[in-house]
């Protein structure tokens, strides 16, 4: 089966560094997608990764090792306003994104 | 670039009634769209994959009758369900893709529409 797995919830503080975790499993790969969703709100577009390596992108950035079905969020001087769910999401050989569950970030002062 | 609207944000009806949902596409022409169903707490649930000018492809557990996608134009979807009954209460979203390089275009959303079936 197609499984994506990252982490229920996160705590960080502000103005540290956090690091989400996803791991998946799926009948072919193209690409993987992160985004942030805030409470009640749709899900917004932060990244995407088809070749191995680092993407940098301001405070984040995603990393992806195909070869170990892996991939992390990395962000950077935390802000407050960076609670929320973040969504792990692959493209497989259908192209049809399969979500993770999401990871809920907290960020204390 | 890339915006979607969906509208309306906010449903409160009857149990019964019969609720349609529009997505657009803004500045884009969409060839595929999604509907996903959110309940609280929980990841996005794909209901369903439409694309201009064809019938959805319903994902398995989610009734076609009960929940009719159009996709009658590239900038327009619309999610109507019919007769709708309080477990149907949850966040609905969609997204969009465009036309060029699909595969490799992340999904833009609508903001989401919250139905809430008494």
């Known amino acids: 089966g197609q499984n994506i797995d990252q982490p229920t919830e996160m705590t960080a503080t502000e103005g540290a560094i956090v690091q989400i975790n996803c791991t998946y499993q799926?009948?072919?790969?193209?690409?993987l997608f992160w985004y942030q969703q805030h409470a009640g709100e749709a899900p917004t577009f932060l990244s995407y990764?088809?070749l191995d390596g680092l993407e940098e992108k301001g405070r984040f950035s995603s990393f992806l090792s195909r070869s170990k079905g892996y991939s992390y969020l990395l962000l950077k001087e935390l802000q407050m306003k960076d609670s929320a769910s973040y969504l792990c999401?692959?493209?497989?050989?259908?192209?049809?994104?399969?979500w993770g569950a999401g990871t809920k970030l907290i960020i204390k002062p | 670039g890339a915006v979607v609207s969906q509208h309306p944000s906010w449903v409160i009806c009857k149990s019964g009634t019969s609720v349609k949902i529009e997505c657009r596409s803004l500045?884009?022409?969409?060839?595929?769209m999604f509907w996903y169903r959110q309940f609280p707490k929980q990841s996005l649930m794909l209901m369903a994959t439409s694309n201009e000018g064809s019938k959805a492809t319903y994902e398995q557990g989610v009734e076609k009758d009960k929940f009719l996608i159009n996709h009658a134009s590239l900038t327009l979807s619309t999610l109507t369900v019919t007769s709708a009954h309080p477990e149907d209460s949850s966040f609905y979203i969609c997204?969009?893709?465009?036309?060029?390089?699909?595969?490799?275009?992340?999904?833009?959303f609508g903001d989401g529409t919250r139905l809430s079936i008494l």
């Open positions: 500045d884009f022409q969409a060839t595929t």
């Open positions: 990764n088809v």
């Open positions: 997204s969009a893709i465009g036309t060029e390089e699909a595969q490799s275009q992340p999904q833009h």
């Open positions: 799926t009948s072919g790969f193209n690409g």
């Open positions: 999401a692959v493209s497989d050989s259908n192209y049809q994104l399969i």
